[in-house]
């Protein structure tokens, strides 16, 4: 077990295309954080948990699929993606562009609750793939071709959303360093 | 507007996701999620494999019912020139007579 640690995820993929189920539970504990926020900032706190569940549980069942090309945690994103789709598409709708009219309260005196409300509310006012697009390269340090591949869209395309995303957010947060200004 | 590079650090330090230790409630969660599918696959396995025995069943009795009906239609076939060239009161003869040899067989049974 211990050696499963320190194992690359492209063994640990290898492994778990064969049926390991200690090796896939390695990959689910090293790449849950970000999974379950990645999808948390696309698709809410609340659905967040049941789609990465379907993520991983897709990743197990189709773990020959991985071929080794690209980085398994890229891999796992691409999922975790079409998952959100599926679900918006699903539940007959996309995610709403916007949400409440009430506008980013004001900026005094916040918790981090409020904190996070508050950049959950912005994310929330860009569209799905701009919103990913952003959280892919800004939060989780993608490149651009990367986030392309996870999110199936041309590379300009992806620029264009990231840039457009980014813009939009800065509007919304405010151009500061300091979450409690 | 397109934001420049401090712009975009400072917005990505914003958005981070905190660091923390991994969650072992969601990872037993996932495994739990694994053993379910695993049991759901299983059994549609053998409902498949079921079905094939139900349906291969099926088409055995289909087959043996075939065969009777064709050996009923050999019988009828050898029995009914013998009919038709025997008189009224020779078939009535041999009805009696297998009538006879059933009850015969059934007293013998119950004694």
Redesign the interface.
């Known amino acids: 077990m211990a050696e499963l640690a320190h194992q690359a995820d492209e063994t640990l993929a290898e492994a778990a295309a064969r049926g390991d189920g200690a090796a896939f539970e390695r990959l689910v504990r090293r790449h849950e954080r970000v999974v379950r926020g990645f999808l948390a900032r696309l698709a809410g706190p609340n659905r967040a948990d049941d789609l990465a569940q379907e993520t991983f549980l897709t990743a197990w069942t189709k773990a020959s699929a991985f071929t080794g090309e690209g980085r398994y945690k890229g891999w796992l994103m691409r999922i975790a993606w079409r998952s959100f789709l599926m679900d918006s598409r699903g539940r007959g709708r996309r995610l709403p562009e916007h949400k409440g009219t009430s506008g980013i309260p004001e900026q005094a005196d916040r918790s981090d609750a409020e904190r996070d409300l508050i950049v959950e509310d912005a994310l929330g006012r860009l569209k799905p793939e701009d919103r990913a697009a952003v959280v892919l390269c800004l939060v989780l340090g993608h490149s651009h071709g990367e986030a392309a591949q996870i999110l199936d869209m041309p590379l300009g395309t992806l620029k264009t959303r990231v840039a457009r995303g980014s813009a939009k957010l800065i509007e919304l947060l405010g151009d500061t360093d300091d979450p409690e200004s | 507007?397109?934001?420049n590079p401090d712009?975009?650090a400072?917005?990505?330090?914003?958005?981070?996701?905190p660091e923390?230790e991994?969650?072992?409630a969601?990872?037993a969660?996932?495994?739990l999620?694994?053993s379910a599918?695993g049991l759901a696959r299983e059994a549609e396995r053998s409902r498949r494999e079921q079905l094939i025995v139900e349906i291969g069943g099926g088409g055995a009795l289909l087959f043996a019912a075939s065969q009777l009906g064709r050996i009923g239609e050999q019988a009828a076939s050898l029995l009914a020139p013998a009919a038709t060239s025997l008189g009224g009161l020779a078939l009535f003869g041999l009805a009696a007579a297998m009538m006879l040899s059933t009850l015969g067989g059934e007293r013998e049974g119950l004694a």
């Open positions: 507007m397109t934001p712009q975009l400072r917005l990505a330090r914003r958005l981070a996701l923390r991994p969650d072992e969601f990872v969660r996932v495994r999620a694994r599918a």
